[in-house]
């Protein structure tokens, strides 16, 4: 059974409120955040100068 995005959002929430209440369908679904900024161009530059090498020896470093 095909159920469009429209459909499923409103299955899913109807779900939530039958488990959790409404105060608890709108909780669980703050902590859902698209987030900000552009991941792979800030870890990119994060991690542009870290080696394998210096990977593994922070790792072990931490263990």
């Given at each position: 059974?095909?159920?469009?995005?429209a459909q499923l959002r409103q299955?899913?929430?109807?779900?939530?409120v039958q488990a959790l209440?409404?105060?608890g369908m709108a909780r669980f679904l703050q902590q859902f955040?698209?987030?900000r900024g552009?991941?792979?161009r800030d870890?990119?530059?994060?991690?542009?100068s870290i080696t394998l090498e210096?990977?593994?020896?922070?790792i072990k470093q931490f263990r």
């Amino acid at each position: 059974m095909y159920l469009s995005p429209a459909q499923l959002r409103q299955i899913g929430i109807k779900a939530l409120v039958q488990a959790l209440g409404a105060v608890g369908m709108a909780r669980f679904l703050q902590q859902f955040d698209q987030g900000r900024g552009d991941y792979t161009r800030d870890r990119d530059l994060l991690l542009d100068s870290i080696t394998l090498e210096d990977a593994i020896a922070q790792i072990k470093q931490f263990r």
